[in-house]
């Protein structure tokens, strides 16, 4: 094979390896993991400062408990699994910006931990909160980590 054909052929592979989010952008993902209570939690992914409900960029879990459902102790039907992780996204959010996820629980005890993903790295890992009567906001900024200045020497 010539150099201009391994060139191509790598180009196309790559094409299925990376996000394709515009310039100034950046791909993020949301790993939400629940405990034996799924049904309980309620979330949104939002630029921060922004109340819940208000320029949501995606919801997630139970809308029965929604935006003002925390403490209610209701324990509605629905929502998510029990003990499980569901991945959301992708989404190209602008490189450098905050956001906010805004968790509220049903019990108001918490129970769902998020790991914010950019540019395919696990960049905020372990985030939770109770999701008491307000909510509980996690803020992150969208980030990517620097990349690797590596060279090769002899």
Known sequence: MTKGLYTLLFSILSLN???QCPTGEVEVTIDVTTDSYGNEG???LVPSGNNCGAGTIFFGGN???GCSGGSQQASPTGGYANNTTISTGPWCLTQGASYQIIFVDDYGDGGFRFQVNIGGFPMYTGL???GAAAGTRLTFVAEPP???DMSCQS
Do not use: E, I
Request: no cysteine; hydrophobic share 40%.
């Open 17 to 19: 390896m990376v996000a």
């Open 42 to 44: 309620y979330w949104q």
């Open 128 to 130: 939770t909160g109770t």
């Open 146 to 148: 620097p990349p690797y």
């Open 63 to 65: 809308n029965l408990v």
